[in-house]
């Protein structure tokens, strides 16, 4: 990954005040990040989708944001977020070693079933921005279910060692989550 | 969720951070404090058992390198949990297993075959798991902290510092000859809590499960 040494020194000043909990230079910095990383994942991984290549991007800031604590000042900031980077995109390989040969995937399904109430999911969930808003008013448990399992794509067993819960409760989690967004969007449509 | 609105999310939730000590400096607290903890163990041991015998001549050597592994290899644990910290960390461990497995080597003792027994040290393996687990436990704590992107090493080091250092106890409080039946426990039960530990790291360790939204 490039690094001027200016550029260095100032990630690195952005990152020690980010540290102390400064909101403005934190922005600053992962809005300088992202496209140092997205450059990089698009040189590792430019055969994989863009939704594939972004979603690193936004794993590696996420990580970023829980080791931020590791980061030292006395040291540069570009070989920790080396480190970083390097890390999600072994872990994104290791995932898509383990689930893209079994899994076939579908864009848009025009139609699923010949009778329409079996489309009932496909509908209820159409609308992204509302959705998204629904997300956000989940019950944190259930939020982080769907966060984990929907939007970052670990698997069950994966989302429950995150939760530092069983399998069992997340699947509960889950099913209560998409039952509660099912019946915010419908709401918001009636 | 697009990228822009995760920053937005994540600079919304973001809270100080109190930035980790760095490797050297938590290693050299926690080797202190584990060296304490092994002179404390020992005392106990010697009051219960009758007894320590400070090392002389030949296990003399093997101890004093035995606090320069652990040292050495917990400051390998506390920097394998600094993303981008330099791998020069892990040469000084090596270092220093080298220089402690040759210490041995030259202290070995061979004992007359006909006094060969099956010389049973249950009670050394005990000292080295039961009481190094608190000494475990601390480490672990602290390594939780950090970043475990690679949490089998990390524990294989933890393993290893706490592991010597009860051997040390073991040693002191009942000093036994230099040879093939020391390495046998001794060395077996080391091998075996850095098995047990490896294979609980990523459960133990696993940095994913401190992600905050």
Known sequence: ?190 | MNTQELIEELTRSLAPVRPLWSPRKRAAVWSLAAILYVICLTVVLAAVGGGVQVATGGLFAPHVAAIGVASFASYAAFASVVPGHPRSAFFWPLLAIVAWIATYIFAYESVPATEVAVRQEWHCVVIMVVGGAPLIGALMLMLRRGAAFAPRWAAAWSAIAVSVLMNVSACLWQPHPNDHLLLLWHGGALVTVVVVCVAAAPALLAYHRRLQS
């Open chain 1, 1 to 190: 990954m490039e690094s001027g040494n200016v550029t260095n020194e100032r990630l690195g000043s952005l990152m020690q005040a980010a540290q102390g909990g400064d909101a403005r230079a934190y922005r600053e910095l992962l809005e300088l990040v992202a496209p140092r990383v997205r450059r990089v994942v698009l040189r590792v991984r430019g055969f994989a989708s863009p939704e594939d290549r972004e979603d690193l991007v936004q794993e590696v800031l996420l990580s970023l944001h829980s080791v931020r604590a590791t980061y030292d000042p006395s040291r540069p900031f570009m070989p920790w977020l080396t480190a970083i980077v390097r890390n999600r995109l072994a872990d994104g390989a290791r995932r898509y070693a383990r689930t893209g040969g079994r899994e076939v995937l579908v864009d848009d399904w025009e139609v699923t079933f010949s009778d329409l109430a079996a489309n009932y999911e496909a509908e209820e969930l159409g609308d992204a921005q509302a959705l998204r808003e629904a997300v956000r008013n989940l019950p944190q448990g259930q939020r982080r279910a769907i966060e984990l399992l929907k939007l970052e794509g670990l698997s069950l067993e994966e989302g429950a060692r995150v939760l530092g819960s069983n399998v069992g409760a997340l699947k509960v989690a889950t099913h209560r989550a998409m039952a509660a967004l099912r019946k915010a969007l419908k709401s918001q449509r009636s």
